[in-house]
């Protein structure tokens, strides 16, 4: 038979039904399987993430190379992930999207190979990086291949952290040595009915340890938001997760050579806020809700918290002051009364350290009596967790400003950003209790032998205890020695925050070079 040569139809035709194909992934009743999950296809995500006409597909037509155990027999459109790029909002985004249609989006040597080259083309073109998690985990017809292909992505991803932010979806299963893969990004958003990320499922946990538990117990959003911490922000469905993704990278810049991005502001930066006056209760031991005040001082009430279920005692997020993100760390009264324990010392860490890598200014808002102490603490080891707060602080080199509202006690005092555990500018409102310790702690330790041979210990304690508290417990002391830079009035807060942040605007610190400190992880 004589060859013949292609003609342009043939080739054009070729061209149209393989793409096609791969482009309706796993088919049409495997998508609809797919919605009956209560989750978009992959396709659907895309669409609906980056702005109408602007997304490039990479790697369409990528393909396995397995014929192991059948898989010679089986295609697997696209890989089971989409990559590319695209804007969201204006602005230029990198995604790896696994799509749970073609073959449970299964991680594969060429999967693998996709993502982590994915991962790579945001670095080098310094732009945000958004995996969409959702896959049945290893293929494991693949054997080695498919070990190997995880450490090519925890490579990339490693190296291309806190030079572009990387933000991960849970909106499928996420298992496996793959679930390393977004918990070493820096923000995991979960679906709070189909998001599910563990080292292990329920089978595997089973067979290894005897254990019978469901997915959602295991691995589910109470695990991961409520007990570890590695869930940043849960969210309702795959259109909330995309919509509140797009908010947060609004906060963020492009990468570690920028400035986050800052918006026209029409609300005042010197707007003053009077029920700031008598917000805080009288009663030191009187709780308040921190969001409240938060939420006031922002522009236009904006606050992006990240970590709302976990570490409660401390609130961190993003708000902006006249237009500018900025990150936010604040004591929170009505959870343990704020005081700092393990987990909060970790939250409040990495949250400084990633604002300090992509150029975030951070205000702190101080109501905090101290660590939190006693043996389950001290055993956890809150000293080596509490000293991250102070590495971070003080490695930190974007503007910091501290306000103290209330309560700052002893080490958290200085844990949550002092003058000389980092901040730039130091304010304090009239009502506040600065110093080392409570005065009823100072007075029993300072004053013990003089009470106990008082003929009226009871009243002697309470002389000694105001004696101390109208000594010390006040913002003027730390004002008389310039660790307080001002007592403001609590109204004036907003302007003094924003007259700081411009004076900042084009903060610069030389140090001696270092690769990195020896943080206490």
């Known amino acids: 038979m004589e060859y013949q040569e292609k003609g342009f139809d043939a080739i054009y035709r070729e061209y149209n039904e393989m793409r096609a194909k791969a482009l309706q992934m796993g088919g049409p009743k495997a998508v609809e399987a797919q ?47 989409v990559t590319g790029f695209g804007k969201v909002n204006g602005r230029m985004v990198v995604v790896g999207a696994e799509d749970y249609t073609s073959m449970a989006g299964t991680f594969g040597e060429y ?17 945000p990086f958004v995996g969409m998690n959702d896959s049945g985990g290893a293929r494991l017809q693949e054997g080695m291949d498919t070990l190997q292909c995880y450490a090519w992505l925890f490579r990339s991803q490693i190296l291309a952290s806190g030079i572009v932010p990387q933000i991960a979806l849970l909106m499928g299963p996420c298992l496996g040595g793959q679930a390393y893969h977004p918990i070493m990004q820096d923000f995991v958003f979960q679906n709070r009915h189909t998001g599910f990320m563990g080292i292990a499922g329920p089978a595997f946990v089973k067979t290894q340890t005897g254990v019978d538990i469901s997915l959602e117990e295991l691995c ?64 030191p031991s009187k709780p308040f809700d921190m969001r409240k005040v ?104 974007v503007p910091k400003i501290s306000i103290i509202l209330r309560k700052s006690y002893a080490g958290a005092y200085l844990a949550m950003c002092c003058k000389d555990t980092g901040a730039d500018f130091m304010f304090a409102w009239p009502q506040a209790k600065v110093t080392i310790v409570g005065a009823d702690t100072a007075a029993s330790v300072i004053f013990a032998k003089e009470i106990k041979s008082s003929p009226n210990p009871e009243q002697t304690r309470n002389e000694r205890i105001q004696l101390f508290s109208d000594l010390y417990e006040n913002p003027y002391r730390g004002a008389e020695r310039l660790y307080i830079d001002d007592v403001i009035m609590p109204r004036d807060t907003r302007k003094y925050i924003n007259r700081c942040l411009d004076i900042l605007e084009n903060k610069t610190e030389i140090r001696p070079w270092r690769k990195y400190s020896n943080i206490n992880l």
């Open 35 to 81: 919605h009956k999950e209560r989750k978009w296809s992959v396709r659907e995500r895309i669409e609906y993430f980056f702005d109408p006409g602007t997304f490039t597909e990479i790697g369409l037509l990528v393909g396995h190379r397995t014929t192991a155990f059948g898989m010679d027999k089986r295609e697997v459109a696209a890989e089971g992930l």
């Open 220 to 283: 589910g959003v109470k695990a991961q938001a409520y007990k570890t911490g590695n869930t940043a922000v849960v969210v309702e469905d795959d259109k909330d997760c995309l919509d509140k993704t797009k908010d947060l990278l609004a906060f963020l810049p492009d990468n570690n050579r920028e400035k986050p991005p800052r918006k026209e502001c029409h609300d005042s930066e010197e707007r003053e806020i009077p029920e700031f006056d008598t917000m805080i209760p009288e009663k």
């Open 111 to 127: 999967h693998g190979k996709k993502f982590s080259q994915a991962v790579d083309f945001a670095k080098e073109k310094g732009w």
């Open 294 to 397: 938060i939420k006031r001082l922002v522009d236009d009430g904006h606050f992006f918290e990240i970590f709302k279920n976990y570490a409660t005692n401390v609130l961190i997020g993003f708000g902006r002051f006249g237009g500018r993100p900025t990150g936010i760390v604040a004591s929170q009264p009505t959870s343990k009364a704020g005081a700092i324990d393990c987990d909060a010392s970790d939250k409040v860490a990495r949250f400084v350290r990633f604002c300090d890598l992509f150029n975030i200014p951070i205000v702190n808002l101080h109501d905090t009596p101290g660590f939190w102490i006693g043996p389950d603490e001290e055993w956890r080891g809150i000293l080596r967790h509490g000293a991250k707060m102070l590495y971070a602080y003080i490695d930190a080199t």
